[in-house]
């Protein structure tokens, strides 16, 4: 079964600090990795997707298919980043259905 | 361009009643997807419906169904409702095929079943 696995419910960090946020998945196929984004108070939102290849307010994530992982990662943390964090997955030919992890808080204090 | 919006914001029903959530999509959209969020959880895939058919279903129950209407707006209908049932109900809109297109979610429905 297809399962997207993010170990960390809370990661706290200082403002100017590195981030990496951990994303396992396990697909048999090739899959299309997403992160999206909860800022406070408003809606879920596309952050960035492996195929397009770019980087996002700073955040960028490879997919590594040996390691099955798609990690978020900044190298300077701001406090504005501080949300709920979502790593899915797509499969071809499914309708378009995204399979979620349950999430990590990001937390970046001044 | 307006967002993808639902109604009601919240809603509190008791167990055993039914329930009806609604959802427009982003203006263009033809593909709509439903997704129930647990509290402390990711969302979780219900169903999809493209063009006004259901294109794809999660593991949820018959009791969930849903509906796409030609303006391509969406229904999802639950029966029987029980106590688990309790959660965030998000849609999503997204253009064109639906293997293809970035999903915009709406805002939420919050039910509580007592």
């Known amino acids: 079964a297809q399962r997207v696995t993010q170990p960390e419910k809370l990661l706290s960090v200082f403002k100017g600090a590195p981030v990496e946020l951990k994303c396992n998945y396990s697909y048999s196929g090739s899959p299309e990795l997403f992160w999206y984004v909860q800022y406070s108070r408003q809606r879920l939102q596309l952050l960035l997707r492996?195929?397009s290849r770019e980087s996002i307010k700073g955040f960028t994530a490879d997919l590594n298919k040996g390691e099955t992982s798609f990690h978020l990662k900044k190298p300077f943390a701001q406090e504005e980043d501080s949300a709920m964090y979502y790593c899915a997955l797509r499969r071809y030919n499914q309708g378009g259905k995204l399979i979620f992890g349950q999430g990590t808080e990001l937390s970046v204090k001044p | 361009e307006t967002g993808v919006t639902q109604s009601p914001t919240h809603l509190i029903k008791t167990r055993g009643q039914q329930v009806t959530l609604r959802c427009s999509s982003q203006s263009g959209h033809n593909t709509v997807s439903w997704y129930q969020q647990a509290l402390g959880q990711g969302p979780q895939f219900i169903f999809q419906y493209y063009r006004e058919e259901e294109n794809g279903r999660g593991n949820f129950p018959p009791r969930f169904s849903g509906l796409q209407f030609p303006n391509y707006s969406s229904e999802l209908n639950v029966n029987a409702l029980e106590l688990d049932d309790s959660a965030l109900y998000l849609c999503?809109?997204?253009?064109?095929?639906?293997?293809?297109?970035?999903?915009?979610f709406g805002p939420g429905t919050r039910l509580t079943v007592l």
């Open positions: 492996h195929i």
């Open positions: 999503a809109s997204s253009l064109t095929g639906p293997n293809t297109d970035t999903q915009y």
